[in-house]
T-cell receptor
Framework: QKEVEQDPGPLSVPEGAIVSLNCTYSNSAFQYFMWYRQYSRKGPELLMYTYSSGNKEDGRFTAQVDKSSKYISLFIRDSQPSDSATYLCAMSAGAGKSTFGDGTTLTVKP | EADIYQTPRYLVIGTGKKITLECSQTMGHDKMYWYQQDPGMELHLIHYSYGVNSTEKGDLSSESTVSRIRTEHFPLTLESARPSHTSQYLC?????????????FGSGTRLTVV
């Protein structure tokens, strides 16, 4: 069983919808949680970075971590066609290697 | 501007050839990584380095090698390319600050072995 499981998708939503992307994990040592966005034919870019449980908001994006349930989410409000990309969750126990989910491909239709 | 650079962006090469994929970063990060990304977007760690003269194999068995002679440079070499090596190769680096253990990725090298 993988340490990190990500909702597989693909996900298709109309413009303006609220999007929820989710990952679960099994390693209790994970303390740092990341979300990356990857456009086609590009490398992933770091979108959100959080430490331990709680919420973090950045514009239309909210990252949520529930360590008791080993569950993390990324919410996108007022989704735009430019949000169409693959979203990867990642997590680590500290400095060094991160463990990635398999990615969820999102399409936002105008 | 601090960044991470990969060259070439695209490469088509014949079976049996030796190739080196270049990766350089200008951020002074000690930690660097090479990932192979499948068409379904899953990332597989093939090599990593936590500093000069330090390299380790990752989770994916690979016929490649890496070197880290300078902090900013982390090249990946395939001694004998095979069609099974056809993939996208991503280089990344990270810093040691607890406020940001996330990675900065390059744009990738898309390799096709024919």
């Amino acid at each position: 069983q993988k340490e990190v499981e990500q909702d597989p998708g693909p996900l298709s939503v109309p413009e303006g919808a609220i999007v929820s992307l989710n990952c679960t994990y099994s390693n209790s040592a994970f303390q740092y949680f990341m979300w990356y966005r990857q456009y086609s034919r590009k490398g992933p870019e770091l979108l959100m970075y959080t430490y331990s449980s709680g919420n973090k908001e950045d514009g239309r994006f909210t990252a949520q971590v529930d360590k008791s349930s080993k569950y993390i989410s990324l919410f996108i409000r007022d989704s735009q066609p430019s949000d169409s990309a693959t979203y990867l969750c990642a997590m680590s126990a500290g400095a060094g290697k991160s463990t990635f989910g398999d990615g969820t491909t999102l399409t936002v239709k105008p | 501007e601090a960044d991470i650079y990969q060259t070439p962006r695209y490469l088509v090469i014949g079976t049996g050839k030796k190739i080196t994929l270049e990766c350089s970063q200008t951020m002074g990060h000690d930690k660097m990584y090479w990932y192979q990304q499948d068409p379904g977007m899953e990332l597989h760690l093939i090599h990593y380095s936590y500093g000069v003269n330090s390299t380790e194999k990752g989770d994916l068995s690979s016929e490649s090698t890496v070197s880290r002679i300078r902090t900013e440079h982390f090249p990946l070499t395939l001694e004998s390319a095979r069609p099974s090596h056809t993939s996208q190769y991503l280089c990344a680096s990270s810093e040691d600050r607890e406020t940001n253990y996330g990675y900065t990725f390059g744009s990738g090298t898309r390799l096709t072995v024919v």
